[in-house]
């Protein structure tokens, strides 16, 4: 397995999902996301996008670096801890910020 393969993995079991579940997110076939994790093809920009979307860090993926594109430390503490969980407990914390904020729920 290469190391974007390995991020892929990574990303992918971080959130929680299986190889079938995550393929759907990015629009392949579960044969192309097996591909793509052992390193024999590389997707195109469409998946990547679709599974930015579906909350994967693209920037980690290409480059292996964590995105800190974020204003403070407490924001940063945040975003690190949300991408450590599994989808049912994001969408628990989701629903808590909505909660205590003013932003609309999904």
């Given at each position: 397995m290469d190391v974007f393969g390995e991020r892929l993995k990574s990303e992918r079991s971080r959130l929680g999902l299986n190889?079938?579940?995550?393929?759907?997110?990015?629009?392949?076939?579960?044969?192309?996301?097996?591909?793509?994790?052992?390193?024999?093809?590389?997707?195109?920009?469409?998946?990547?996008?679709?599974?930015?979307?579906a909350g994967v860090d693209a920037y980690y993926l290409l480059t292996g670096e964590k995105a800190s594109?974020?204003?403070n430390e407490d924001e940063q503490r945040v975003v690190a801890g949300l991408r450590e969980l599994d989808a049912g407990k994001r969408a628990a914390l989701l629903t808590l910020i909505e909660a205590f904020t003013d932003l609309p729920q999904q």
């Open positions: 190889q079938a579940e995550f393929a759907a997110l990015g629009g392949v076939k579960q044969h192309a996301q097996f591909q793509y994790e052992k390193g024999m093809r590389r997707p195109n920009s469409d998946y990547l996008s679709a599974i930015t979307a594109r974020l204003e």
